[in-house]
DNA sequence: CCGTCGCGTGAAAACGTTTTCAGAAAAAGA
DNA sequence: TCTTTTTCTGAAAACGTTTTCACGCGACGG
């Protein structure tokens, strides 16, 4: 536990300057042995820590990272989260998060506030602020962020390859004999549910299979959207074998629609999603899915940070998706 | 975006000095209208943001909070910090979260490191810290704990009655007739953990039940500790048609166990969780369980905090359990 | 017409560090 | 022994605010 003690205070019980006592601390410069001493005893004795306000006001480092994400309720974003929590840990810097709700003018107001705070950097998980307005806020400070695509001198970009992800998906359900796939596809203003949507288009063009409209429809990501969507599709009539949903948690909701039918999974219908949530190889039956490496993309985003506000290299070598079949899929009859 | 204009330009720009600056940004004294107006001015055309640090430093808070939670990756967890998030937000305060992964010694190291920092308040979230070294803590900063019963000067605790939500999930099941019931407990350490199993107990011997040594098993909160002890459980060869796991997590994995083996819930073993997870309506079937109102309490402890800081009153009124009944739970045949 | 009051203001001293600058002491070179 | 260098150290000036203190000034009551 921290006191209240002052360097000051520190240098005066053990007789020396203030700046020698800094010296010390941050080994700055050579100090002779004996004073050293002298104050590493009234470091103990006085049970000294510094203080970092006033060494941030001097640095001009808060050795603080803030970190927007948008919904601290989601696995998806608490994953990241543990990524970015680890990764910085150890490194003396600690994470400001706050969370922009999805909302690109809260997003930016939330930047403003870290800047206010004079955050060594912004770590932006995913989130629809545009792409320009990140790299005009890299201009101020340095910033990592994920999901969006832009790169510049300050600023470091993760993403996957969430059309590869979307393909590979539908792909999977062709190969096991369906052709009647349906989708429930994410948030339309997010490049990585239209990305997704894409993957599925080409998937089905590939196999020659005419996209069909009616097979797909809006979803919200979450998992009262998956449920609500899936009614939708089952109740139109257009009958399906399969379903791809844009991530995990619509496939929860999706196959809850699905058990209150009795529609079996996987063997009236197949049912394949994306992001590989830590619940997922725990639904009944266990969820196939697009394994995204969330939590290593956390760490990466966090060492791409700390490589950035050091100036030390970096390479980012983008995440790769993963097809994880469990048991939600199966060949048609 | 905040500039790097400081408070000293400002006043140059409007030829008044520091002071009056500062004195109209902080409404501290009556200011004439003209030289209000030409500092208003300046702000504007300087785009000046006071620095949060030299303010911090002077006035000697931080506007910031400590959070110390456990693991960021369980949405018991993150659940509580989103209203953690959104019961400071527009506050001023910001929240500086780090996570003490269930070890007493590293949330001691955490708690010391948030010190060092200055944070205004520290809110931990449950960990199994020692509520004597949580009583010290609050001599130096006030704390909000919640999960703990500790209380004092500086310290609020928030916490629900375990005890009653173990008994409440026992009794359920008895009420459905059920005789011969299982318990998966949670983390032997944690006082949540063992309460709900002393309600468990409870409501066995008011209902003439006698405990039986074979029928609880101990888990450890998460899903592969719960998939592992329904499986051990079932090894035993000990009938039972009831099982009360000590949070939703633990019966997501028993759940899994029980598919796996052709067990049917709630047709062949009738299953109950605890806490509500934003997942539980939608796993198949939806999952009964002990409401546990986390984001609620989250925002107390916000708001708790809030007060402690502002010295202001409080008064927390313990959040309520509540048997939340879904589809994993029937009558006995 | 002269003390007293209240108001608006600026100068300057904090807050707790880091860092430049220069001086003193010690070591090295001649 | 007398420079010249090298080490080590302290004084003092920052960093960007807030806050105390005191001062000038017009208004007030006597």
Known sequence: MPSGATLIEVAEA???SASTVSRILNGTARVSADKRKAVEK????????????????????????????????????????????DGITGSGFAALIVSGHWNPDEEAERVGLLM????????????NI???????????????????GCESDRLRAIRVDNVWGGYRA??????????????????????????????YKQALEEAGIPYNDALVVQGDFRESGGLLCANQLLDRGVPFTALFAANDQTAYGARLAFFRRGIRVPDDISLI??????GSPYTTPPLTTIRQPVYEIGRMAAAAMLALIGNK???IEPPQLELTIR??????R
Chains 1, 2 share one sequence.
Not at 116 to 127: F, H, Q, T
Not at 273 to 278: A, E, I, M, Q, V
């Open 14 to 16: 053990a007789g020396v």
């Open 42 to 85: 009234a470091i103990v004795d006085l049970n000294f820590t510094p203080n970092v306000l006033a060494q941030s006001l001097k640095r001009g480092q808060s050795m603080t990272i803030g970190v927007i994400t948008q919904a601290v309720d989601s696995p998806f974003f608490t994953e990241t989260l543990k990524g970015i929590e």
């Open 116 to 127: 206010a705070r004079k955050v060594d950097g912004i770590i932006i998980v995913s989130g």
């Open 130 to 148: 545009p792409d320009e307005q990140i790299v005009r806020f890299s201009e101020h400070v340095p910033m990592v962020a994920t999901g969006h």
């Open 170 to 199: 539908t792909k999977h359900l062709i190969e096991l004999g369906h052709r009647q796939i349906a989708h429930i596809a994410g948030i339309p203003t997010l490049t990585d549910a239209t990305d997704r949507l894409t993957g």
């Open 273 to 278: 999603g994306f992001d590989d949530l830590p």
């Open 313 to 315: 290299p970096f390479k």
């Open 327 to 332: 048991e939600t899929t199966r060949r048609l």
